[in-house]
């Protein structure tokens, strides 16, 4: 079964800082990779998703994530935080093409502090 | 602007209670889902739709069930509402390979 693991689930770093949050996955066969961000009182908004194409994927905000298939990681990143990057992060993944039913790890809660 | 709404966003019941919670899209998007979600904890799929007519149900067992009339509405519903409910719950929709579309959410709580 596929499965995500976040590993750390707050993450403190100063505006300007780089900001990395980690995502390692299971799957079985090639995974389809996710992050999602949700700010307070809101839905999830997609970030960023790999589908087998270039391996390092850019997203909205500045943000990127390289999909590395020997250490099975995902890992997001950001070079500069910014005070409205503080959020909830969630690394998801799927085993079908059309990215049907992710799974989705615990999340990871990023603080901005100035 | 969001195309997928939910309503209330937030909902304060008692034990025992009937409740719906809705959720509309305006994409004309075939699939649905509804994932629950707990404070500090991943979403985990209890409902989905890939159209009119079609339901399953997810990998976490919830006592909620769902129907699917029309391609745009996909509503949740509890017919008696317990404590153990009390959870977000968030519906989304796919198309392709876009990702999935959330709502706002809704915040349950059952006293």
């Known amino acids: 079964a596929q499965s995500v693991t976040q590993l750390g689930s707050h993450v403190s770093v100063s505006e300007g800082a780089l900001v990395l949050l980690r995502c390692n996955y299971s799957s079985s066969v090639p995974p389809y990779l996710f992050w999602y961000v949700q700010y307070p009182n809101q839905g999830l908004q997609l970030l960023l998703k790999?589908?087998?194409?270039?391996?390092l994927v850019k997203g909205i905000n500045g943000f990127e994530a390289e999909f590395k298939k020997s250490e099975t990681s995902f890992h997001l990143t950001k070079p500069s935080a910014h005070m409205s990057d503080a959020a909830e992060y969630f690394c998801?993944?799927?085993?079908?093409?059309?990215?049907?039913?992710?799974?989705f790890g615990t999340g990871t809660r990023l603080q901005v502090f100035p | 602007e969001a195309d997928i709404y939910q309503t209330p966003r937030y909902l304060v019941i008692g034990t025992g209670k009937k409740i719906t919670l809705e959720c509309s899209q305006t994409?004309?998007?075939?699939?649905m889902y509804w994932y629950q979600q707990d404070p500090g904890m991943e979403l985990h799929l209890i409902h989905y739709?890939?159209?009119?007519?079609?339901?399953e149900k997810g990998d976490l067992s919830s006592e909620s069930t769902v129907s699917r009339i029309r391609t745009e509405h996909f509503p949740l519903t509890l017919e008696s509402a317990r404590p153990s409910h009390t959870s977000q719950y968030l519906c989304?929709?796919?198309?392709?390979?876009?990702?999935?579309?959330f709502g706002s959410g809704t915040r349950l709580t059952v006293v």
């Open positions: 994409m004309g998007h075939d699939k």
């Open positions: 790999y589908t087998s194409a270039a391996t």
């Open positions: 739709s890939y159209g009119v007519n079609s339901t």
């Open positions: 989304a929709s796919q198309t392709g390979d876009y990702g999935y579309t």
């Open positions: 998801a993944v799927s085993d079908t093409p059309n990215t049907d039913k992710l799974i």
